[in-house]
């Protein structure tokens, strides 16, 4: 007797290992790992002191979490040259983007953009002469501004 299911078998649940990061700054490549896609809102507390001490919570400022790209590195030195640029006073250094996700077919199925982006942090993964490992860059972007599009 065959299996049948009593609902559509669709997947609706996000494979984190299909995505792309797109800069507008024309910075481009593969990028194994994305870290700190979220916010954080500040909690103001305000305690009344009346007939009972009653503590009220609400929402004050909101804050984008820093987000972090790793790739492996390459010849490319844009990352490189974008944080030079900023090390160098360059005052033209904001650009937008976006991170992707896609289903196994290639199709978008998420997005969340990101605005006035800037790199705070560069680095390459230590030098060992015991290891045969691909070596690895480490971006940190400091974000305004993180919306979920899709």
């Known amino acids: 007797m065959p299996v049948t299911t009593p609902a559509d078998t669709q997947d609706i649940h ?30 103001i507390e305000n305690t009344l002191a009346a ?21 492996t ?3 490319d030195r844009s990352f490189w040259d974008w944080a030079n640029d900023i090390r160098n006073g360059n005052t033209d250094y904001r650009t937008d983007g976006a991170v992707v996700l896609y289903n196994m077919a290639g199709d978008e199925i998420g997005r969340w953009t990101f605005n006035n982006a800037w ?7 230590d030098l060992d002469v015991g290891s045969d490992d691909l070596m690895q860059e480490d971006v940190t972007l400091q974000v305004e501004l993180l919306t979920r599009e899709s």
């Open 73 to 75: 590195l390459s010849p």
């Open 14 to 43: 996000y494979v984190g290992s299909w995505f792309g990061v797109e800069l507008d700054n024309g910075i481009q490549g593969f990028f194994s790992e994305v870290t700190g896609l979220g916010i954080e809102v500040e909690v």
């Open 51 to 71: 007939t009972d001490t009653m503590t009220r919570k609400r929402p004050g400022t909101v804050k984008y979490t820093e987000m972090g790209l790793k790739r």
């Open 119 to 125: 790199i705070s942090k560069w680095s390459a993964s």
